[in-house]
């Protein structure tokens, strides 16, 4: 399915999605971190936070996640984006946020 009106991004449909994922952890499932964290460093390198953050997650790299998302929290905030933000700040540790002040900070001016 693309994803784009330049038809340079595609996706697989949903269901082949799932059913490629289930197939993938069901025959290698040695090498499903190491595709995450790949996708991430990806995802990362195009500046595609939401997408290396949600991988890093998968994998519970939280530091990682958290380090993704500290340098751009202020500006998801200041773009009406605090649900995303507050989001992607449940699924780090307590313990994480508390080691990372930019995201204390964000976290107070998201909610």
Do not use: C
Not at 50 to 74: M, Q, V
């Amino acid at each position: 399915m693309p994803i784009d009106s330049e038809r340079r991004w595609y996706r697989y449909h949903p269901l082949w999605s799932e059913m490629l994922q289930l197939r993938l952890k069901r025959e290698h499932p040695e090498t499903v971190s190491n595709l995450h964290r790949r996708a991430s460093y990806w995802f990362e390198a195009h500046d595609f936070i939401a997408e290396a953050f949600s991988h890093a997650i998968e994998i519970e790299e939280i530091e990682r996640a958290a380090g993704l998302i500290e340098p751009s929290a202020k500006a998801i905030v200041m773009q009406g984006e605090s649900r995303t933000l507050l989001n992607w700040l449940e699924k780090l540790s307590p313990t994480v946020v508390n080691h990372h002040p930019g995201l204390e900070i964000a976290q107070a001016w998201a909610l």
